[in-house]
Structure formats: structure tokens, C-alpha cells
């Protein structure tokens, strides 16, 4: 019995101790599994604040591209509006916008002193007039494009050349003188080359020898026409572009003009 007891005695001692491991076990059991658990909770906020943090620069990326294609449909805007406009100025004279030019008109608008010449004379002693029946002879002389530029027309640029076959861009020595009454205009002293391909100077000849007239035929672009003083026919326009010592560039169209060499000119005045 004294033997059998302690056997019994040494069995219910293990069995405890086996409960006691097994509850040791599962305790650690369950730390390892809520360690875990905390493991996985963490892993996934991690994702879910990567995912987070990266839609957010995906929406930041795309509000910059968004943002960069409004200024790019505003600016081409700009650049179409710019072009129209540009286009309307350079094709003005094709689409038939030009100025209506009277010769007979701005003819005797001159002789009537609107240049406050003395006797009919201009300060360098032209004659600043010319009767109907002298402005339409001389018109006979012209051919179609000359008659259609004196009356306000424009010559296609680097294409023009004066009545008598002077190129535009012509560099010789002398005087360009109205194609309609001869009144001497610009001297070649005065011209230079303006990039624009039509013939320009910096100044004309004396003042009184050319008109200035407010020109509206081109919509929301008004510019200053410039007429012969003496037979009224359009020479071109001008403008505050020009170099120095006066800044303006008179444009001129060459077949509104005569070139006449400094030796011959000179000897018909002496």
C-alpha cells in the first residue's frame, strides 16, 4: 500500500505538472498569436498609409497635369488670337481694306493750303497742285497695279518696283519724286532697310511735301496714311518704328514713286 501510494502519489504529482506546461503552452500560445495579430494590424495600417500617402500624390500628380493642360489650352488660345489678328494686318490690302484715296479731292485739299505753303508753293519751291484734267493725264501713264496703288492699293512686298523699273530695295543715289505730279518725296539719303520689303525712310523730303491722313479701313489697327502733297495719290503709311533722329519709318509703295539719279535730279533743278 506504502508502495502503491507513492506511485499514485508521483502520478498525480506529473499530471499536474503536465496541466501546469500545457496552461504555460497555450498561455504562450495566445501572447504569440495576439503578437502577431498586433504584427499584422500594424503591417496593414503600414498599407493602408502607403496606399493612403500614395493616392494622395496621385492626386497631386494629377491636379498638376490637370492644371498644366488648362494653361496650355489658354496659352494656345492666345497664340491663335495673336496669329488671327497678325494675319488681318499683314492681308489687309488683299481682302480689300485700304483706304479710299480721292486724287482729285486730296489734290485740291492741297491746293486750298491745307500745307500752308506760300502762293500755292511748298517750302523748297514745288508747285503744291494739280487741276483734274492734269492728274487724269498723268494717270494715262501708269499701268493697272500703279493706278490701283495710287488710289490707296498696296504692292505685294519685295515685289514692288517704281514707274520707271527701280527695284525696292534699291541702293543708288537720288531722289524718289511722285509717280502722278513729280514732286520730289523722299531722298535715298533718308531710306533704309526696314526687313518689311517695301521701300522706307526715316523722313520725307520736306515735310510739306506729303500728307499725313487718319486711316481706319483696317478694324481696330488705325495707322497714319501718307498722300503726295501735290496730286494726292496714296504713297503708303507710316509708323513710330523707324530709327533715329526721328523714329518713324515712312512705308512706301515703289509704284506709287519715280526714281530719279542725284546728277539728273540735280541738273533739272538747276
Not at 203 to 221: C, G, L, Q, T, W
Amino acid at each position: 500500500a506504502g508502495a502503491g501510494g507513492e506511485v499514485l502519489g508521483q502520478q498525480t504529482a506529473w499530471t499536474h505538472k503536465r496541466a501546469m506546461i500545457g496552461a504555460r503552452t497555450s498561455a504562450s500560445a495566445r501572447g504569440l498569436g495576439q503578437g502577431q495579430g498586433l504584427l499584422r494590424g500594424a503591417s496593414s495600417a503600414s498599407v493602408a498609409s502607403v496606399s493612403v500617402s500614395a493616392t494622395g500624390r496621385g492626386r497631386g500628380r494629377s491636379l498638376v497635369v490637370l492644371d498644366a493642360q488648362r494653361r496650355h489650352v489658354v496659352m494656345r488660345g492666345i497664340t491663335a488670337a495673336t496669329t488671327t489678328a497678325l494675319a488681318l494686318v499683314a492681308f489687309g490690302g488683299y481682302l480689300g481694306l485700304r483706304p479710299k484715296t480721292n486724287l482729285v479731292a486730296n489734290a485740291a485739299a492741297a491746293e486750298q493750303g491745307n500745307q500752308g505753303g506760300v502762293d500755292g508753293k511748298s517750302s523748297l519751291g514745288y508747285a503744291l497742285s494739280m487741276s483734274e484734267s492734269e492728274v487724269k493725264e498723268a494717270m494715262k501713264d501708269l499701268n493697272d497695279l500703279q493706278v490701283s496703288v495710287t488710289k490707296g492699293g498696296t504692292e505685294r512686298a519685295f515685289t514692288g518696283k517704281t514707274v520707271n523699273g527701280f527695284s525696292h530695295d534699291n541702293k543708288e543715289d537720288g531722289v524718289y519724286v511722285g509717280a502722278v505730279g513729280g514732286l520730289p518725296l523722299f531722298d535715298s539719303k533718308a531710306k533704309f532697310d526696314s526687313g518689311t520689303g517695301w521701300p522706307s525712310f526715316f523722313m520725307p523730303i520736306a515735310p510739306d511735301h506729303v500728307i499725313e491722313k487718319r486711316d481706319n479701313s483696317i478694324p481696330f489697327m488705325p495707322r497714319v496714311e501718307i498722300l503726295d502733297a501735290k496730286s494726292g495719290a496714296h504713297l503708303g503709311h507710316v509708323f513710330n518704328d523707324g530709327p533715329k533722329p526721328t523714329g518713324k519709318r515712312y512705308c512706301m509703295n515703289a509704284a506709287a514713286m519715280k526714281f530719279v539719279p542725284r546728277s539728273e535730279f540735280e541738273k533739272s533743278n538747276e
